[in-house]
């Protein structure tokens, strides 16, 4: 259920009421294959593919009364929106290690392919039943990603103790989107159709210094310079150009105190550029009366971490470790809505936000008796949302805490009960209510611990999760209950085969891009 009342002032313009059901299916499915190979003990060559595909179709039905104190209007809506992407990823790895103890050298380069398509059909009826009209919108979007990267570590000293580090790297990102809008009632409107093609290059280099000096400290302070060129292409309206440059210092900090105790001081620094769901300006208008549509021309954001932490471990392979921290951005990507005179909502992405993030965690593992292990979480924190240009300023506390067992049982079986929850989290214009979930899980290993079955029972005593949402901006307030059905079982397969074990990822300088490319395109109820 929706209610939102429209502002001029101090005094309420219009009301709005609505009340909708859905139902959305989640599907989908992946692959992966990895090869390695080893000429010898100091080289591999590595290559690997994985493939995903999925679709969230959704359908439900709307009824709508809007009153702006002269005229009330009612009317039902029967919706359907339809969503599926499809995402292939090749990596190939090279690795050389040479015979000096740390020297190494490292060659890697991707390639990926996205390919999706979302629509929606809405049919709009009077309370007699009559049709008012019938609207479609589909929306077909393409991404392809390359880069080739070169690392290199070499020991400037006899120890080894001193260390650098360097690498340099291509990325590049094609993406491409095309949309119309078909109403049966109204001609073709040209401002609701177009394309957009998005081109980004970015030709980046590192440096890192690693010392190990004495009395057990160790220093890493690194640089990373970025260079970006952004060129975009409208079906309607001007190109544009855009090229900037980030400078990215890093610095870690360890202190080993003995064999127990550890403590570290962490700065760094993250650019998250924006998505191609980011940036499509497609609209999507399924609900008339509440339209959201991506920012072509949003910025790349920047986030600064300042970290201090502790680690305690036992002899007994127990940990403790304890955190402060503080991240700021200053042109955060924030979605942004407005109501306008005629009640309509309309919501898109913008740097128009600043957010600030103090906060505290705590996390330990332990086995309270043998073969029972116990990881538990809980972090504290304050969060902050401003824009100057909207004067809007949300604050709020919050906390969250998660704790997971799991029990070893005869005959390769492995027993999982988890869950989590959390008081709530803010946004710039709005609040989230409490959220929480928990989860049994029973695994089987299987072909001599190469494969695992897995059965897992989410939500099994909760038919529905209420989730109260709220927003405001000085020319509206609004509030949203949502009852979500969120019970699920799930049955997972998985068989790893081959000789070799797959390498472990190597902690990457160029860390920015996200690891979940193949969901970018999913939006959720």
């Given at each position: 259920e929706t209610e939102r009342i429209s502002l001029s002032g101090q005094q309420q313009t219009?009301?709005?009421?609505?009340?909708?059901?859905?139902?959305?299916?989640?599907?989908?499915?992946?692959?992966g294959l990895t090869i390695k190979y080893q000429p010898d003990s100091l080289?591999?060559?590595?290559?690997?593919?994985?493939?995903?595909?999925?679709?969230?179709?959704?359908?439900?039905?709307?009824?709508?009364?809007?009153n702006n104190n002269s005229v009330t209007d009612e009317y039902l809506q029967k919706i359907k929106q339809s969503g599926r992407s499809d995402y292939k990823e090749w990596v190939l790895n090279y690795q050389k290690k040479f015979r000096r103890e740390g020297q190494e050298l490292q060659l890697v380069a991707q390639t990926s392919y996205s390919a999706e398509f979302s629509d929606y059909l809405t049919e709009q009826y009077k309370m007699d039943g009559k049709l008012a009209f019938r609207e479609t919108g589909p929306n077909r979007g393409s991404e392809k990603e390359w880069s080739i990267q070169a690392d290199y570590a070499q020991p400037l000293n006899t120890s080894g103790k001193i260390l650098l580090e360097t690498g340099v790297r291509y990325y590049k990102n094609r993406s491409q989107s095309s949309y119309e809008v078909i109403n049966s009632h109204i001609p073709v409107d040209p401002s609701r159709l177009g394309n957009i093609k998005y081109i980004q290059d970015v030709f980046s280099a590192y440096m890192t210094l690693n010392f190990e000096a004495d009395n057990d400290w160790t220093f890493r302070p690194g640089i990373r310079l970025e260079?970006?060129?952004?060129?975009?292409?409208?079906?309607?309206?001007?190109?544009?150009?855009?090229?900037?440059?980030?400078?990215?210092?890093?610095?870690l900090i360890v202190k080993k105190l003995n064999e127990n105790h550890e403590l570290k001081f962490n700065y760094t620094e993250r650019i998250r550029r924006p998505w191609i769901m980011d940036l499509n300006p497609y609209s999507n208008a399924s609900d008339p009366l509440n339209i959201t549509s991506g920012n072509p021309y949003l910025e790349s954001e920047q986030t600064r971490n300042i970290e201090l932490s502790h680690v305690f471990t036992t002899a007994k392979k127990a940990s403790l470790t304890s955190s402060v921290y503080y991240n700021f951005n200053k042109n955060s990507i924030e979605p942004v809505t407005v109501v306008n005179k005629?009640?309509?909502?309309?919501?898109?992405?913008?740097?128009?936000?600043?957010?600030?993030?103090?906060?505290?965690?705590?996390?330990?593992?332990?086995?309270?008796?043998?073969?029972?292990?116990?990881?538990?979480?809980?972090?504290v924190f304050y969060l902050q949302f401003r824009s100057k240009s909207l004067g809007l300023n949300n604050t709020g506390t919050f906390f969250t805490t998660s704790l997971s067992n799991t029990i070893a049982l005869p005959d390769n079986l492995n027993l999982s009960i988890s869950g989590d929850y959390g008081n709530g989290f803010i946004?710039?214009?709005?609040?989230?209510?409490?959220n929480y979930s928990y989860r049994f899980a029973i695994s089987k290993q299987l072909m001599d611990n190469k494969a695992s079955l897995t059965l897992a029972i989410i939500n099994p005593f909760q038919?529905?999760?209420?989730?109260?949402?709220?927003?405001?901006?000085?020319?509206?307030?609004?509030?949203n209950i949502n009852r979500y059905y969120n019970r699920a079982a799930?049955?997972?397969?998985?068989?790893?085969?081959?000789?070799?074990?797959p390498a472990q990822d190597k902690e990457s300088r160029f860390s920015d891009e996200s690891n979940d490319k193949h969901m970018r395109g999913k939006k959720l109820k």
């Open positions: 219009s009301h709005l009421f609505q009340r909708k059901n859905s139902v959305q299916t989640d599907k989908g499915g992946s692959a080289q591999t060559i590595e290559t690997s593919f994985s493939y995903w595909k999925g679709s969230w179709p959704q359908k439900g039905n709307l009824y709508n009364r809007y260079k970006t060129f952004v060129n975009a292409n409208f079906q309607s309206g001007s190109p544009f150009k855009r090229n900037f440059t980030n400078w990215i210092p890093n610095l005629e009640g309509i909502s309309y919501t898109t992405p913008s740097n128009i936000g600043e957010n600030n993030r103090l906060g505290a965690n705590i996390s330990m593992v332990f086995s309270p008796v043998k073969k029972w292990t116990v990881n538990a979480n809980a972090e946004t710039l214009q709005g609040k989230n209510s409490v038919k529905a999760f209420r989730e109260n949402v709220y927003a405001f901006a000085p020319t509206f307030q609004s509030t799930t049955l997972t397969f998985s068989w790893q085969f081959g000789g070799l074990k």
